[in-house]
């Protein structure tokens, strides 16, 4: 099943896929009036949907037995909020300052949702005899439209926040907004059918007089506290790398979850997770590797493709299958380090000047030890770990002045660990590495992220994207490329070229689960020569069956 098979199957899905779309867009340029860093905020979203989409499946207040692919908007905000604090929190982002930047989108999306709630015969009305009522989905019975009711409510109070509550003071948004919508569902409840009563009251109405009764203490223990809204720009800034860490370790635990959930989630909702997952880790690498390259993979290498990738589900062999993968690798090459700059002038008299480099070599040797586990889909999940060592060496210098002595011997080492999905059209892998890297003649503590994402495995020409730091190529021997190749017949051996931050070339030959992997790389330096280098790699895989 397809992405947009999926978004089309049913009105439902459209104007939910929709009402998502325009409440992260009304929240992303919320944020720039708030000043809130478009990552950190990136991240908050995230974390607001994702719960949102768990708490609306497992918070009904009715206690009744649901039905796949149901869910409750009062259990969404219940489980949101509380994320929401927390995400903020963790941030350093006024929790109040994000939910009053949360409660207009929130708003709106709910109002669009609303109509593929009508469209859908879902959420109906009780019995009525007034001119507007409509004809039930399944009789001949009118109903009252309460999603409508709910849906014009919902303008009418955004137009009321917008216009006659002031932003000036975080927290009085959020406040009005949720005891706006608690009023209005209390009311709407009261002709919305298929409800059981207690004491009168829904079980869905008692909970919302319980949040109106905790938003008004809320409001008055604030009343004198509340401070005004603060300036644009005004945050406790968190390190650029911690940050994006945490938006993809978010991200992976997402696309995890949505992968082994099985089926108590739908299509559409796996397919919410996963691309919510996909936006995050693309948001996440786009930051932590900065330049021209990564920002256009980012582009090209959409959140719907990753999510289109994992949703498939083709059973071209479902018998299941566990296998134990064990490899190793070598790495080598050379690099320029930039020591030293010359200055003076050229031929015509202008002024110019002339770098003074050094020749490194770095040699890398990894080892690496997976499983690979083979879904009821015939979809694969692959887990490894890795462990590398090694040296970079000074080669050679330049003569001309040097003003960085460069070291002559540094060690290499680390581990790092990748996860990934595929499928026979292609796969996504997530990695990540940490240890003590090499980066321009220099030793450093580091940990980075690559995205690997290849489609048409099943096909002759087969495109590949890869989203990687470039910083740490002697170590790791990655950057941002896009690539396209052609695998052949017997075996299905692949062969690959790239371009991006340089250029690549790669052949694969697998037989009987035994795999070779030859590789070179040409990394592009800057305009005075410093950056430039080559790396050639091999590498083997055997995989062994442990259950079938």
Same mark, same amino acid.
């Given at each position: 099943?397809?992405? $947009?098979?999926?978004?089309?199957? &049913?009105?439902?899905?459209?104007? /939910? ?61 219940? #489980?949101?909020?509380?994320? @929401? ?56 019975? *009118? ?22 509550? =002031? ?15 608690? @009023? ?12 059981? *009563? ?8 008692? %909970?919302?007089? $319980?949040?109106?009764?905790?938003? #008004? ?24 790398? +911690?940050?994006?860490?945490? #938006? ?49 993979? %980012?582009? $090209? ?12 589900? @083709?059973? @071209? ?6 296998? $134990? ?13 930039? !020591? ?23 040699? #890398?040797?990894?080892?690496? !030890? ?9 979809? *694969? ?5 890795? %462990? ?7 080669? &050679? ?25 595929? *499928? ?14 090499? +980066?321009?003649?220099?030793? &450093? ?47 299905? =051996? ?40 080559? /790396? ?7 995989? !062994?069956?442990?259950?079938?």
């Amino acid at each position: 099943m397809t992405v $947009l098979r999926i978004l089309l199957s &049913s009105p439902y899905n459209t104007f /939910l896929a929709a009402a998502i779309l325009l409440g992260l867009f009304l929240a992303m340029r919320d944020a720039r009036g708030r000043g809130i860093p478009r990552r950190d905020w990136a991240l908050l979203l995230g974390v607001a949907l994702a719960s949102g989409l768990f708490g609306s499946k497992l918070v009904f207040l009715d206690f009744r037995p649901i039905s796949p692919g149901e869910k409750t908007i009062v259990g969404a905000l219940l #489980v949101g909020i509380v994320a @929401v604090l927390a995400a903020a929190r963790a941030l350093r982002i006024g929790a109040w300052r994000a939910l009053d930047g949360l409660s207009v989108p929130t708003l709106a999306a709910m109002a669009v949702g609303r109509i593929g709630c009508f469209l859908a015969g879902c959420c109906a009305g009780t019995e009525t005899v007034l001119p507007w009522g409509v004809r039930s989905a399944n009789s001949d019975v *009118h109903v009252h439209p309460v999603q409508l009711y709910e849906m014009a409510a919902d303008l009418v109070l955004i137009g009321v926040l917008r216009r006659r509550v =002031p932003a000036r003071r975080d927290g009085v948004r959020f406040v009005a907004a949720g005891l706006g919508y608690a @009023v209005i569902r209390i009311g709407t409840e009261s002709v919305r059918g298929g409800r059981e *009563h207690y004491a009168g009251f829904t079980a869905v109405q008692w %909970s919302l007089f $319980l949040l109106a009764v905790v938003l #008004v203490a809320i409001a008055i223990s604030r009343s004198r506290t509340m401070v005004d809204a603060a300036p644009a720009g005004t945050r406790v800034p968190l390190r650029a790398r +911690s940050s994006a860490l945490a #938006v993809l370790g978010v991200a992976s635990g997402l696309a995890i979850i949505s992968i082994g959930t099985g089926a108590w989630l739908v299509p559409f909702e796996r397919l919410t997770v996963l691309a919510i997952a996909s936006a995050l880790t693309v948001t996440a690498l786009a930051a932590m590797s900065p330049g021209w390259a990564p920002r256009v993979l %980012s582009l $090209l290498l959409a959140p719907q493709a990753g999510a289109y990738l994992m949703m498939q589900q @083709v059973p @071209v062999d479902s018998t299941p299958r566990r296998e $134990l993968l064990v490899g190793a690798a070598m790495r080598g090459g050379a690099y320029d380090q930039l !020591i030293g700059r010359e200055y003076g002038t050229d031929c015509d008299g202008a002024a110019s000047s002339w770098p003074t480099l050094a020749s490194r070599k770095p040699e #890398v040797t990894e080892a690496h !030890i997976g499983i690979r586990e083979r879904l009821a889909s015939g979809n *694969h999940v692959t887990v490894e770990a890795r %462990s590398f060592n090694g040296t970079d060496r000074l080669q &050679s210098i330049d003569s001309g002045p040097v003003s960085v002595v460069p070291v002559p011997r540094l060690g290499i080492s680390g581990y790092g660990g990748s996860f990934e999905y595929e *499928h026979p059209s292609g796969s996504v892998r997530l990695g990540l590495a940490s240890g003590t890297f090499v +980066s321009a003649g220099e030793r &450093s503590r580091a940990t980075t992220p690559t995205l690997l994402m290849r489609f048409g495995d099943d096909r002759r020409w087969f495109f590949q994207g890869n989203l990687a730091d470039r910083r740490y190529f002697p170590t790791l021997g990655e950057f941002s490329y896009l690539g396209v190749g052609f695998t052949g017949g017997r075996g299905r =051996p692949r062969l690959m070229f790239g371009v991006g931050e340089g250029g690549m070339g790669q052949l694969v030959l697998p037989y009987r689960g035994f795999e070779l992997d030859v590789g070179f790389r040409s990394l592009t330096g800057r305009e005075d020569g410093s950056g430039t280098g080559d /790396l050639w790699t091999v590498g083997v895989r055997q995989a !062994i069956t442990l259950k079938r």
